[in-house]
């Protein structure tokens, strides 16, 4: 069975860090590509960046580049997002989602506020 669980959200000033985690099992990690969402309260679930499955290659929302790094170590089976120079608009529950089977973590909380 299939199952993500993110780790690493809470309260933070803007300008500061954050490390998101996710731990994935029931399947071979390594052979799949995966992707961080978020969702802000009233609005829609948006992709922020999704890593390959080597992680040689990565995508970023425009809202989010050059702030936040997607990436993953298949040795342990998790995939991470360093979200840096946090915005107050960056406060949203964070997910990680494995497209291939359609699978949703928990999602963490993420509040960027002074």
């Known amino acids: 069975q299939v199952h993500l669980v993110e780790s690493g959200g809470g309260l933070v000033q803007p300008g500061g860090s954050l490390r998101l985690s996710c731990a994935a099992s029931?399947?071979?990690?390594?052979?799949?590509?995966m992707r961080w969402y978020r969702q802000a309260p009233g609005k829609e679930r948006e992709l922020v960046a999704r890593?390959?499955?080597?992680?040689?290659?990565?995508n970023y929302a425009d809202s989010v580049k050059g702030r936040f790094s997607i990436s993953r170590d298949n040795t342990k089976n998790t995939v991470y997002l360093q979200m840096n120079s946090l915005k107050t608009d960056d406060t949203a529950v964070y997910y990680c989602?494995?497209?291939?089977?359609?699978?949703w973590g928990q999602g963490t909380q993420v509040t960027v506020s002074s």
């Open positions: 989602y494995a497209a291939s089977f359609d699978t």
């Open positions: 029931g399947f071979t990690f390594s052979s799949y590509a």
């Open positions: 890593i390959t499955s080597v992680g040689h290659s990565t």
